[in-house]
Structures are given as structure tokens and as C-alpha cells.
């Protein structure tokens, strides 16, 4: 008897995740494995946010849920949030706190958007946007970034070409490529969306991991955008699978009604921890001169013939790498280098329709001593090659 399966069979899988279940069997295998496939924090949270969470195993209202938009407490601190980073001031009632901003742009899609419309996202980009819009039968419009354009998308092009979609995704600084909107370019983005009633989502989860200056949100510019963040990158909070939005007044209540019914609450005990997230920019701030150093490391170790015509990294902790020279198949590339020298990485194909096949991404979170063991095993690998 064959059973109905639904079409999100044909969802593809996404690879980063699968090379760190692999690296992750080598390891346990007794491996010795440098890990620049994950796209997380090696840091772990700061110490206050762990006290805050030992501390509310003591709170019976830890242990249930909060209401679906998200504990008050946590979104008045976020609210305050943007008024200590952006100088914005931001209604705590129109924020959500979701389970990671993963679950944060199904409620973005499924509120603002409906089956068949089109949101234009950047190719490269990070590779789940286009797989859950697929599950959720919104179509992704793909806009290609290319290294001659600065890996922006040309949003002007849509317009010529008549092609202009019912929303926009973009991220700053963006995986897989690092690369961050200026101001300028934020804001011109935030008033073509506006001029064409096209519906912005920003995601902004990087924010706080930008080199040289830091990045203003798209609210600053704009009241119609979804904004997304989280507590996974800059407050190096991965696991805990917290995240929010910032709703536009239109979408606010149909937002509440999906995260009512989609998960009922993101969790609360994580909620009560994450509140004193906020007062610990010190000690996160701390940790990006050492992504910094890593990511320079890797543009000095690496010789041009495996970074090519590569993204600037500017921000987030991921360097998109150009190697066109020695591969037209990252697939094969990237598992032959982990079966070869121990080094996990991305290929391109994750991310990219039209150039994954010459580009692989590697993350720099990890520590500067990892670094600099994956740049010798690249270097002597390349050698022997
Ligand atoms: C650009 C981007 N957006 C969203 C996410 C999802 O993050 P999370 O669900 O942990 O908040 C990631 C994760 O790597 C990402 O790189």
C-alpha cells in the first residue's frame, strides 16, 4: 500500500546542516575535525544570561507558557534595545518572540503573504528562506548578487524587467557572504519597498557583528518592513532557539493568531534568561575582534587560489569563497577536503543557484586556533593537489 506523501518531499536538504552531522561522525569516530562548516558562536553565553535562567528553575510561570507574542518583560527589553543600539523607539506590543528566527519568517511569510506570491530574495543567500517558502508555497524570486555588483542585488532591474514581487527578503550583513548595506543603501532599499508596495522583511539577525560600523535597522527607515533578529549569533545563544520580530501595525494580530496556534509560545524559561541578554553588551562586544582576527587570518593564510573573487565579509562571521580555480563541483571539492585533512566547510550549492558550483562558504566563529590549524591543513592539502 503506498501512502500519500506531501510535495514537501521535494524540499532540498540543507547541506550545511548535513556536513556537520558528517564532520560530527568523523569526530566521534575519533576524528580530528576543524569545524568551519557551523554557523555558530564557539563562545558560550554570558555568564548573567546563565544565572537568569538557574535563577527562573525557581519560578513555577518558567515552567509554562507565556503568552504567544512572548513574555512582556523580555519585549520591553528589546524595545529598550533599539532605543540603546538605533536610538529608535519601538512599540514592545507590536514585538514577538519566536523559537528562533527560524520560526520567526514563517510567521512573517505566512502573515503577510499568500500561496502562489512572490518574495525576491539574493542569490547567494541563506539557503532556508528559499526551502521554507517552497514548503509553504510562496514562490522565491531569486536576484542575483554578483561580485561585480558588490554581492547587492539590483533592485532597479526588477523594475525594468516588470517583474516586481509582492515582497522582499534581504539580510545585513548576509550569509553566506558577510557582506553589510550601508546606511544609504538600507534606507534606499526601505523607500523603493515603500514606493512600490512591495513588503520588506529585513532580517537582521547578524546585527552586532559588523567590522566596521555598526548597522542601523530598517525600522529606523520604514514602518511596513518585518524586522527579524534573534539570540543565536551576536548574543551567542544558538541552542536556545529564541528569537523575535518587529511587526508592522497591519500584521500584528495575525501574527499573534499564527504564533497562537503555530507553537503556542517560544520557551519561557529560555524567555526568563534571555532578559539579561541586554545588559551584557560588554561582554559580547568582546568577542568580535576575535572573529575579526579570524577572518583576517583566513584572507592572509589562504592563498588566492582558494579565496579567488570572494565576497568582502564585513560582517556576520563567513567568508564566501571563490574556488572556481580548482573545482566546478563544491560538492565533491568540500568532501574531499573533509575526508582528506579533517576541515568541514560549506559548499557553495547551499546557498547559491547560480554560483554554489565554484564558491564554498566558511565560517570563522570558531576559535582563532582553529583557524589557524584549518589554513595550514588547506595550505599543505593544496600542496599535495
Ligand atoms: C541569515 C540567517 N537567518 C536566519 C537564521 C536562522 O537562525 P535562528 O533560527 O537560529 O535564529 C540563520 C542561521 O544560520 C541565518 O544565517
Redesign the pocket.
Known amino acids: 500500500m503506498a501512502f500519500k506523501i506531501s510535495q514537501s518531499n521535494k524540499i532540498p536538504a540543507f547541506l550545511a546542516m548535513q556536513v556537520m552531522e558528517q564532520a560530527n561522525q568523523m569526530q566521534a569516530a575519533g576524528g580530528n575535525l576543524v569545524h568551519l562548516e557551523v554557523?555558530?558562536p564557539s563562545s558560550p553565553p554570558p555568564a548573567a544570561v546563565c544565572r537568569a535562567l538557574e535563577k527562573s528553575l525557581g519560578h513555577i510561570a518558567s515552567h509554562g507558557y507565556s503568552v504567544a507574542m512572548g513574555n512582556p518583560a523580555l519585549r520591553q527589553r528589546i524595545a529598550a534595545h533599539y532605543q540603546d543600539w538605533y536610538q529608535i523607539s519601538a512599540d514592545w506590543q507590536k514585538i514577538a518572540i519566536t523559537p528562533?528566527?527560524?520560526?520567526?519568517?514563517v510567521i512573517a511569510f505566512l502573515s503577510a503573504f499568500d500561496k502562489g506570491d512572490r518574495i525576491a530574495i539574493a542569490s547567494p543567500?541563506?539557503p532556508?528562506?528559499f526551502n521554507s517558502m517552497l514548503a509553504l508555497g510562496i514562490t522565491p524570486q531569486l536576484l542575483p548578487a554578483r561580485a561585480a555588483q558588490d554581492w547587492k542585488p539590483d533592485l532597479e532591474a526588477l523594475v525594468a524587467n516588470g517583474d516586481i514581487p509582492d515582497g522582499l527578503l534581504l539580510?545585513s550583513p548576509?550569509?553566506p557572504t558577510g557582506v553589510v548595506m550601508r546606511d544609504v543603501e538600507l534606507e534606499a532599499v526601505c523607500r523603493w519597498c515603500d514606493k512600490h508596495g512591495v513588503r520588506l522583511i529585513m532580517?537582521e539577525?547578524?546585527h552586532g557583528l559588523s567590522f566596521d560600523e555598526p548597522t542601523q535597522s530598517a525600522l529606523a527607515f520604514t514602518d511596513n518592513a518585518i524586522i527579524?533578529n534573534?539570540?543565536?549569533?551576536y548574543f551567542c545563544m544558538?541552542g536556545w532557539?529564541?528569537?523575535w520580530i518587529v511587526l508592522p501595525d497591519d500584521l500584528v494580530q495575525i501574527a499573534e493568531r499564527l504564533a497562537q496556534n503555530l507553537y503556542i509560545s517560544a520557551p519561557s524559561i529560555n524567555q526568563m534568561g534571555a532578559i539579561a541578554a541586554f545588559d551584557c553588551y560588554k561582554e559580547l562586544d568582546a568577542h568580535i575582534p576575535r572573529y575579526q582576527e579570524n577572518r583576517d587570518l583566513l584572507y592572509r593564510g589562504l592563498p588566492s587560489i582558494f579565496l579567488g573573487d570572494h565576497a568582502p565579509s564585513d560582517g556576520?562571521f563567513y567568508l564566501y569563497a571563490d574556488v572556481s580555480a580548482l573545482t566546478g563541483d563544491s560538492i565533491a571539492f568540500a568532501g574531499r577536503l573533509l575526508a582528506e585533512t579533517g576541515v568541514a566547510i560549506t559548499p557553495g550549492v547551499d546557498f547559491d543557484a547560480f554560483q554554489g558550483r565554484t564558491h564554498v562558504r566558511l565560517s570563522y566563529a570558531g576559535s582563532t586556533k582553529e583557524m589557524k590549524k584549518a589554513v595550514q591543513r588547506i595550505n599543505s592539502w593544496l600542496a599535495k593537489t
Open positions: 554557523g555558530q528562533g528566527s527560524s520560526l520567526g519568517f543567500g541563506y532556508a528562506y539580510a548576509a550569509n532580517d539577525i547578524y527579524i534573534s539570540f543565536s549569533k544558538t532557539r529564541l528569537g556576520a
